[in-house]
Structure formats: structure tokens, C-alpha cells
């Protein structure tokens, strides 16, 4: 196993970071049977074609014979036919001869396929370099084909003393262009940007990705309990997705909305006193059906009390500016906790300066263990 070019194949999976939503980011690197690099490539647009299909195309562009080479890839090649063809069979046809994989593939249609048919060929197939980085970069399908639900990131923007927001509702702006343009580039790698109607009638964002450059826009979607959605919203978009969470039926109304082009789904809570709100977790479980890998969120106070109180949260990414507000709107509403062995447990993965900023990012403890 080759360090060097296994780290190569890393970073030309994150060269898809932005780009192959739904499908998971991946990178190919070909080695031909004297040891030297002969091709590579990525995962492309969902449709398009896979990592190792575009090192083959690369090799054969370039006149190199991949007889006997050795293909790293980032996840077990797939064995199944979706958008496109099984890339095992491309690998066994082209007469690669191994392939070092860092990580099996956790879609039930795939699920260690690819490796059976491969070693049935006769090839050779290594597995577990790079694993945990590559589950890393691609912990929203993950997320999506083991626990049937988006990996869920909040991002939230705020003072020193945690407030997101003047009393009066004056936000803009607490952090720095810096930070704002961070908070892009995790927008554009999420398959969808969550919001409540709440923050779309007070702030009328656009919640699409303008300060950093993508390949794609985001999907949007709503929790609009009473479907108030302005049909005027600067989000609607050509071309670009937009789910309408409801809970109370208003077929006039859903009409007009769908007519803009958004997509209005009824999910009232089922529970008693929760029929007039939005069933959060089985709207989770629906985005994950519409291929929803990691869902970003940039909502008010009270949707991110809720999405934390139901523990649907999987990480907090948080910019602090050196400010203090005194009294404001806080970052998330829940509570009251009776103990502090109620509080929701973190762990911090990083932190970093953007300007005059710094960005936290934590996870809830455990939450990745599945």
C-alpha cells in the first residue's frame, strides 16, 4: 500500500465536495505495474460518470495500457446498475488486477458486492487505508444509507455571549465577510439548506450559495407550518428544489406554491398537542428518500430549539465574533433543564480564526457512532 498515492485519491474525492450530491465523493488513482501514476479521477455530477470510470477514460486519452495496474479508491466501487453502470465490471474488464479500497460502500444495493465480484474475477482487493477519511468526507450518505436520516449541521452565527440577534430582530451583521463566506462553503457542500418560515418572513433570504464558487445550488427547504409562504420569496429559484414542509391543509395555497415551482408536503405531528407542527423526524426520514446526504440548517431560535430538544442534530457550526450584545435572541430555545446532566453533550472537532472571527465546530457526543 502506497501512502503518497492513497492521500492523492483523497484529495481528488474532495475535489467532488461541491459537485456529486447525492452520489458520494470519491477519487480513483490508476498505478500501472511499474509503479507509476497512469490516470485518476473523480466522481462527477449525479448522473455522470464515477471515479474509476473517469480514470479509465483518463488513461485511455493519455495511450496508457491499465493491464495489471492497481486502482486506490476512496470506496468500494460499486456493483449495481443506478444512474450508470457497475464500476466493478468496468475495473475486471479493463484487466485491473488490484484494487486497494479505503472503505466498503454502506449502500444496501452495494454493501461489500463490488469486492465479492471483483475477487470472483480474480483481482486482488485490499480494504481499509484511509477509511475513517473517507467516511469523513462522505458522513452525509452515510448518514443517509445506514440510519435513513441527513446527517443535520447547524450552522449558527453569533456575539461572544451566544445571542444570534438583537431583541429587535437586527442580525446583519454580527460575524465578519470572512465568517459569511465560510458559512457559504458549507452551504454548498450540503445536498439541502433547512430554514423556517419564521426567518423567511422577518429576513426574506435567498439561503442559496453566492460567496464562494459551486458547480450547484442547493435544495431548500421549509418547515412552514401553516403554509405562509410568500409567493413573492426571493428563494424561488429557476431549476432549483424546494420542499414545503406543512402541517395544516391549505390546497389553495399549496397550489400556488407548487405553481412556483416548490414541492408541499403535509407531515403534522401525530402525537397529541403536536398535530399543528411540522413531524421534524418524519421530515428527516423523507429528505433522506429524496437523497438529502447532509442537510444544513440556518433557521431562528426556536426551530433550532426544537431540531436539538427532539435530538435530531448532528453538528453545531458555530462563528463567535468579539462582540457582546447583552440582551438578545439565543442560538437555539429549549429547555428548562432541571439538571445539568440534562445538557446536550459535545464534542469539539475543531476551531479556527476567519478574520476576527472564530468558527467552532462540535458534534453531539456519540452521534457519529453508526
Known amino acids: ?72 479508491v476512496t470506496l468500494e466501487p460499486c456493483s449495481h446498475q443506478g444512474r450508470t453502470g457497475p464500476c466493478c465490471d468496468a ?66 452565527a453569533a456575539s461572544l455571549d451566544g445571542k444570534t440577534a438583537l431583541n429587535n430582530g437586527a442580525s446583519q451583521w454580527i460575524t465578519s465577510e470572512a465568517a459569511r463566506a465560510d458559512g457559504h462553503a458549507w452551504r454548498a457542500r450540503a445536498c439541502a439548506v433547512l430554514t423556517g418560515i419564521g426567518t423567511v418572513l422577518a429576513d426574506r433570504p435567498r439561503l442559496d450559495v453566492r460567496l464562494v464558487q459551486t458547480p450547484r445550488q442547493p435544495h431548500l427547504v421549509i418547515v412552514d407550518s401553516r403554509l405562509q409562504t410568500p409567493l413573492d420569496a426571493p428563494f424561488f429559484i429557476a431549476g432549483r428544489a424546494i420542499y414545503i414542509y406543512a402541517a395544516a391543509q391549505n390546497d389553495a395555497k399549496k397550489a400556488e406554491l407548487e405553481a412556483r415551482g416548490a414541492t408541499v408536503i403535509l407531515m403534522p405531528g401525530e402525537k397529541e ?43 453545531l457550526v458555530i462563528y463567535l465574533a468579539p462582540k457582546l450584545l447583552g440582551q438578545g435572541r439565543d442560538m437555539a430555545s429549549f429547555g428548562p433543564l432541571s439538571a445539568l446532566s440534562e445538557a446536550v453533550p459535545l464534542e469539539f472537532k475543531s476551531t479556527e480564526m476567519l478574520g476576527p472571527d472564530l468558527r467552532v465546530v462540535a458534534r453531539i457526543a456519540g452521534r457519529d457512532q453508526f
Request: proline fraction near 4%.
Open 1 to 72: 500500500m502506497n501512502t503518497a498515492i492513497l492521500q492523492n485519491a483523497q484529495a481528488l474525492a474532495k475535489q467532488a465536495l461541491y459537485l456529486s450530491s447525492p452520489n458520494p465523493r470519491v477519487g480513483c488513482v490508476l498505478i500501472s505495474v511499474n509503479h507509476t501514476i497512469v490516470a485518476q479521477g473523480h466522481t462527477q455530477r449525479t448522473g455522470g460518470p464515477h471515479a474509476e470510470i473517469m480514470a479509465l477514460r483518463d488513461a485511455a486519452e493519455k495511450g496508457h495500457s491499465v493491464v495489471g495496474a492497481t486502482a486506490y
Open 91 to 156: 475495473l475486471i474488464a479493463a484487466g485491473i488486477k488490484k484494487v486497494v479500497a479505503s472503505i466498503g460502500d454502506p449502500n444496501p444495493k452495494v454493501a461489500g458486492q463490488g469486492f465479492e465480484r471483483l475477487r470472483a474475477a480474480g483481482v486482488e482487493v485490499e480494504v481499509g487505508p484511509g477509511a475513517f477519511e473517507s467516511r469523513e468526507l462522505n458522513i452525509g450518505f452515510f448518514s443517509r444509507m445506514v440510519r435513513k436520516t441527513p446527517w443535520v449541521r447547524m450552522k449558527i
Open 273 to 315: 398537542g403536536t398535530q399543528d407542527k411540522v413531524d421534524l423526524r418524519a421530515m428527516l426520514h423523507d429528505l433522506a428518500a429524496r437523497e438529502i446526504n447532509e442537510l444544513h440548517v440556518e433557521a431562528g431560535h426556536q426551530l433550532n430549539g426544537a431540531l436539538i430538544r427532539e435530538g435530531l442534530v448532528d453538528e
